[in-house]
């Protein structure tokens, strides 16, 4: 909302940004964010000339990040990015990612994209999700990041998250790749050691073998985040990933990690 506590006209958005020359990074928090609809006037490029340079696009779970990607692809705001780092928790959001990335693919350095789309309840496959995203355009990446959603008692749901991504792994150009984080995003289970029980039925075959593609590969960093489950939950993860790419160990790459804890959303 603006000050009149109507929608946040689109334009409005732009209209501040073009007070800056240069911008190094725009972070939106997880937050409730109303616009108005656009018209074709409101979403229509700016002159280039009147745009910041914009190098980083941090966007947290947010209903408005659909909205918020469409105004930076239309409005010429996402020309300059090198860096894009997107929380979806709807397919729409995926949608318009896409569509960024098809766009200013070969720009980017660095593409982080953590999803929560609870498929294939919602009907999507697999094939339509790396379609979507269309991360083959990401020619220049040094860096990427991809998570997977472990779900109580939604083991399908799981599987389908990783096999989403080890799609992306085979779809992402692997030529310039040094570093790769992968995220396991741990919901609240009544029974904590299922999460785990749930992560050793993934494939991890599977991934072994795709890392080879990447032969820059300087480190793999295992990032544990979770939804108010107790710490020791993270250390189990953390030592089943490091147990299933122990082939890495071999090859001298690190394996490190990371570990966030955050409390739930209240509906």
Known sequence: MNAKGKPLATYEIVSVLRLFATIDRIQVASCQIAFDEPTEDTMVAEDAATLPEISTLWLA?????????H???NSGLAKSLEAVDVHASQWSTVLALGALIREIGPNLTYLAV???IVAPNSGETVDEFRHALSVSSCSSLSRFHVSVLLRPGSPVVSLWQWDAMIALLQDVPAELITH??????????PNPDD?????TQFNWKRLERLLPRFRKLEGIVITRSEVETPSLVGNKIWTVAAQRLSSLTKKKIPLSGRHYI?????S
């Open 114 to 116: 953590c999803y929560k």
């Open 71 to 73: 105004l930076f692809r």
């Open 61 to 69: 779970y947010s209903p408005a990040n659909t909205r918020l990607l």
């Open 180 to 189: 790769i984080e992968l995220s396991f995003i741990v919901e609240n289970y």
């Open 195 to 199: 999460a785990v029980t749930q992560l």
């Open 262 to 266: 955050w409390k739930a959303e209240k």
